[in-house]
């Protein structure tokens, strides 16, 4: 537990300052802090949109959702293929996720709910909730969070900044919002090292 008060920490951060993080380390840093602040609620709004659309009408899990949207569950096991928890891949209609770390990580929360019920989460729920998001995305081109581009002008030379961002802050508070969390998911990169051994 040596990362624990690190990661108790960052629950106190909100979800405005964690996703400027994103915009500052993508193609679209150099632009005025008032601009990022747009995209990211845009980002949010869009994902609470996509949420209530769906909290109305269907209160099924998101592997059900997954699998009703044409796509399989791949689970793989092998942490040096794979270092990160899931990934979604369109082309294979399929999401594939890593079991162990995913398990290593749900162990880890398990410890910390004896010290705070904040930590009382479905992680691989979350998980999965992350990537409907993204399956989410590639059925519908209006959802903001699709490869939005921003133009700016420099130098009197027009720029396409390209805003791959977007999908992250997109699905990250999706999840957020269908598991009820209280804190921004992006807190359980704290857990990442521990788990991948970075």
């Not at 300052?17 to 632009?31: C, Q, T, W």
Request: glycine letters at 4%.
């Amino acid at each position: 537990m040596s990362n624990y008060n690190q990661v108790l920490a960052k629950t106190q951060t909100t979800d405005i300052d964690y996703f400027l993080e994103l915009v500052n380390n993508s193609p679209a840093r150099g632009i005025l802090h008032d601009e990022k602040i747009d995209i990211i609620k845009n980002c949010m709004l869009a994902a609470q949109k996509l949420w209530e659309r769906f909290q109305i009408k269907d209160k099924s899990s998101p592997l059900s959702l997954i699998e009703g949207s044409g796509y399989q569950l791949v689970e793989e096991f092998d942490f040096s293929l794979m270092p990160i928890f899931a990934v979604c891949d369109p082309n294979e209609k399929k999401v594939v996720m890593n079991v162990r770390a995913v398990n290593k990580a749900s162990a880890i929360l398990k410890e910390w709910l004896e010290l705070d019920d904040k930590w009382a989460v479905n992680f691989e729920s979350l998980v999965l909730w992350h990537e409907l998001f993204h399956i989410f995305e590639e059925e519908d081109e209006t959802i903001y969070t699709r490869q939005p581009i921003l133009e700016k002008h420099f130098l009197g030379r027009r720029k396409r900044l390209p805003l791959d961002c977007a999908s992250e802050i997109g699905a990250i508070y999706f999840s957020k919002l269908a598991t009820n969390l209280s804190f921004n998911p992006r807190v359980f990169e704290g857990i990442d090292a521990k788990i991948f051994d970075v």
